[in-house]
């Protein structure tokens, strides 16, 4: 796995640094939303705790983003807390979740928490996303759940609507709560929520983080029906809220979505565009997804012979431009790949550009 030493010189050179590691939004903030958190700040609610339900609006903006009004939520720090809260009232030592390789590891890690088996299906392949045939072979007795993370990280792949029907199907026919992490919904106009077609078992996973932009403010949500949400309610370990200038960021940033979002999306566009340009250059090198329906994708250097560890750290400290090696986010071929992310400004997408094909030629040496 990638050295901290990396996390701890980009973070010493936070102002320098082309922030492609993490999926993280760089770009310039909706006005509306910095006003939010200036007011905010400036009346101090920070001194007093927030309303555990969250701020006037918050909740009610989220369940109408998502077309969900009948389902209950609780605010997290970031989406991750929510999965963790879910998979420790879902899981038992000894049961069973199906999810992919690749993915967001940190999530099996939580599985495993509880005493649980990740059963991993291997979406390295064709068609990059996990289909019902692969999650219904994993199936066994002992499966409680499925994991679906759509658009997929770090891949990029993104589900059609018969194939998030598909594992609803799988799901149901098993009597398994399907946990749908919808941290990339927003890059994807054409996604598909499996509460479309499983709503009495679906939990889904809201994040702040990527395209609102506000992955340092911590907040997210949990979402599910009332049945399932009390169980997951039992272990949700924050009783004092979240932080309540990130509520007020992330009710500004949905209030102003239609505002913010096709720019984001425009200069996604184009910042793929000039990422494959590069990638192109390099014998070897490869996008097994593209276009990317995420904010990230990966870049295949398996052919290169280059090792994905050194090559984030040859770009991070020769060129100040930080990607992420695939060990994080894959036990079966994490060896294999880069992963890069391009919610940032298109200069920095044009220094990632021009350093990979002299990093890599370097490394090959």
């Not at 299906?121 to 409680?144: F, M």
């Not at 759509?150 to 609507?161: E, V």
Request: some cysteine.
């Amino acid at each position: 796995m990638a050295s901290i030493d990396n996390f701890e010189f980009a973070h010493q050179h936070r102002a320098e640094v082309a922030w492609m590691s993490q999926n993280t939004n760089t770009l310039p903030m909706h006005p509306a939303v910095l006003e939010a958190i200036r007011k905010s700040f400036e009346s101090r609610e920070f001194n007093n705790y927030p309303f555990k339900r969250g701020i006037f609006g918050l909740p009610e903006a989220i369940l109408d983003d998502l077309k969900l009004e009948d389902f209950d939520l609780v605010l997290t720090n970031g989406g991750i807390e929510g999965e963790y809260a879910a998979t420790r009232a879902l899981l038992r030592p000894g049961d069973e979740v199906v999810s992919t390789d690749p993915a967001f590891l940190p999530i099996h890690a939580e599985i495993e928490m509880c005493g649980a088996k990740v059963k991993a299906v291997d979406i390295y392949r064709k068609p990059y996303v996990l289909t019902a045939e692969w999650a219904n072979e994993a199936v066994t007795p002992a499966t409680k759940a499925m994991v679906l993370i759509d658009p997929d990280n770090p891949l990029g792949s993104a589900c059609t609507r018969s194939q998030v029907k598909g594992l609803a199907e799988v799901a149901r026919d098993h009597d398994l709560v399907l946990v749908d992490d919808i941290t990339y919904r927003d890059f994807n106009p054409d996604h598909v929520l499996a509460t479309d077609f499983y709503p009495e078992k679906t939990l889904l996973s809201y994040s702040f983080s990527k395209a609102p932009g506000l992955a340092g403010m911590r907040i997210g949500a949990i979402l599910g029906p009332t049945d399932l949400m009390k169980d997951v309610k039992k272990y949700d370990t924050n009783p004092l809220g979240v932080n309540v200038l990130a509520q007020h960021a992330a009710l500004a940033a949905l209030q102003t979505k239609k505002e913010w979002l096709p720019g984001i999306r425009k200069t996604c566009e184009a910042n793929q565009r000039t990422i494959k340009g590069a990638v192109d250059k390099v014998d070897g090198a490869t996008l097994p997804v593209y276009p990317s329906k995420a904010n990230m994708f990966v870049i295949d250097v398996s052919a290169t012979g280059v090792n994905p560890e050194a090559l984030e750290e040859r770009l991070l400290h020769d060129h100040l431009v930080h990607g992420r090696a695939g060990s994080y986010l894959s036990k079966l071929n994490g060896s294999k790949f880069f992963r890069v992310s391009y919610t940032v400004p298109e200069r920095d997408a044009k220094r990632f550009a021009a350093a990979f094909p002299e990093t890599l030629a370097k490394l090959r040496k």
